[in-house]
């Protein structure tokens, strides 16, 4: 762990697998005192219509990607990126430097006016883009393969977007291994159980977090 200025709050970046539970971890963060900012709502912010992004993701992936309201599909550039590394990594170049800026921005300017706030940055590819070092703590959110993959199908059918089996294990295959994101961490969360087990060890996350912040 970096040290922390004294005279700041401190700024937490939750990360993890596709399906892992890093949102819901984020949320019993936040009920706790934490202020979120959410990374992936920054990004769907930019593909919306008008986005200062829109020129160089239509240059980098056509007009294809557009749904009738002229916002970019998620679905649609997904099932592109998904299986294309290189397109992955396209994407992750324009959209990667606003979202990192805006997020960053957000939470210097919380901790900075409130030297006794803890900041969460929810934002799954933190590692992948390189943003680690702008966050002074790093959570990881872990869970087994299979639990992954099957949350994950999950969601599909939740969302009426359901995944084949394969296209799910794309999606998971598309990030950096869980085993390599928690080399980087300073906390590691396990999320194979219940909600009251999660609960439980935000719990202690959070005892051990408070006595950072200064005073």
Not at 40 to 60: C, F, N, T, W, Y
Not at 169 to 193: H, R, T
């Amino acid at each position: 762990m970096k040290p922390i200025a004294s005279d700041r709050g401190i700024i937490v970046g939750v990360t993890g697998g596709i399906a892992c539970g890093k949102s819901t971890v984020s949320q019993l963060l936040s009920k706790k005192g934490a202020i979120p900012i959410n990374s992936d709502e920054i990004g769907h912010q930019l593909l919306k219509r008008g986005s200062p992004v829109m020129g160089a993701l239509l240059e980098a992936f056509g007009s294809d990607i557009l749904d009738e309201s002229g916002d970019v599909s998620r679905q649609k550039l997904g099932a592109i990126i998904f299986n294309d590394k290189a397109a992955r990594e396209r994407l992750n170049a324009i959209m990667h430097p606003p979202i990192v800026e805006k997020s960053r921005s957000e939470a210097n300017r919380l901790v900075t006016e409130d030297a006794n706030c803890v900041v969460l940055i929810d934002a799954a590819l933190l590692i992948e883009v390189n943003s680690q070092d702008t966050v002074d703590i790093i959570v990881v959110v872990t869970t087994s393969t299979q639990i992954q993959l099957q949350r994950l199908l999950e969601r599909g059918i939740a969302q009426n977007r359901p995944l084949s089996p394969a296209e799910a294990q794309a999606q998971i295959d598309s990030q950096m291994p869980l085993s390599e994101k928690v080399k980087y961490a300073d906390f590691v969360l396990e999320n194979n159980g219940t909600l009251e087990e999660l609960e439980r060890k935000v719990d202690g996350l959070w005892h051990e977090l408070r006595p950072l912040i200064a005073h």
